[in-house]
T-cell receptor, first 110, second 115 residues
Framework: DAKTTQPNSMESNEEEPVHLPCNHS???????IHWYRQLPSQGPEYVIH???SNVNNRMASLAIAEDRKSSTLILHRATLRDAAVYYC???????????FGTGTLLAVQP | DSGVTQTPKHLITATGQRVTLRCSPR?????VYWYQQSLDQGLQFLIQ???????AKGNILERFSAQQFPDLHSELNLSSLELGDSALYFC??????????????FGPGTRLTVT
């Protein structure tokens, strides 16, 4: 399974944009980039995924580098509810299992 | 609410005992996954079932077993429990098993404490 590297922690102010980076230099051509987050005392929840093009949904945007060796999850206006651990995960192959790394703990200050 | 339910919410038991954790997937989802989250190991994939058949195995101990029933609910059985088995156990479900675009929906978890 290809590995991802994320900063251990980041801090943001409420209502400001947040850019969460992820490096995945060993990504294969068929790997999708998925982001999940885990709010305190809850199970992980899906945020967004992409393959090559940038993606937007109601929760966030995903910017993927042209060489696909890195990506950035963008929260356009952070709220206190966005404080969570964010996981960048590569998914491919015949199964759908998620291999979680250590993620980035995002703190949002009021 | 993800639509995935897990019971019980909390479980306290003694070393050497056996417990069963139950999961009901979202309506329409055929795949069920089990994950373990402990402080030292983080979130780890244990096992996956699709429509009653085992599809993938992760770091699941031999003392642990799982199954998925015809109504698609799943049970994770943990036996000969040790202190190190204390963790949060999450169940997740998805529509498919082999398509990397499908997201997984996680339940609220069962917190197991072994004393």
């Amino acid at each position: 399974d290809a590995k991802t590297t994320q900063p251990n922690s980041m801090e943001s102010n409420e209502e400001e944009p947040v850019h969460l980076p992820c490096n995945h230099s060993t990504i294969s051509g068929t790997d999708y980039i998925h982001w999940y987050r885990q709010l305190p005392s809850q199970g992980p929840e899906y945020v967004i995924h992409g393959l090559t093009s940038n993606v937007n949904n109601r929760m966030a945007s995903l910017a993927i580098a042209e060489d696909r060796k890195s990506s950035t999850l963008i929260l356009h206006r952070a709220t206190l509810r966005d404080a969570a651990v964010y996981y960048c995960i590569l998914k491919g192959g015949a199964t759908n299992k998620l291999i979680f790394g250590t993620g980035t703990l995002l703190a949002v200050q009021p | 609410d993800s639509g995935v339910t897990q019971t019980p919410k909390h479980l306290i038991t003694a070393t050497g005992q056996r417990v069963t954790l139950r999961c009901s997937p979202r309506s329409g989802d055929l795949s069920v996954y089990w994950y373990q989250q402990s402080l030292d190991q983080g979130l780890q994939f244990l096992i996956q079932y699709y429509n009653g058949e085992e599809r993938a195995k992760g770091n699941i101990l031999e003392r642990f077993s799982a199954q998925q029933f015809p109504d698609l609910h799943s049970e994770l059985n943990l036996s000969s429990l040790e202190l190190g088995d204390s963790a949060l156990y999450f169940c997740a479900s998805s529509v498919d098993y082999g398509t990397p675009t499908y997201e997984q929906y996680f339940g609220p978890g069962t917190r197991l404490t072994v004393t």
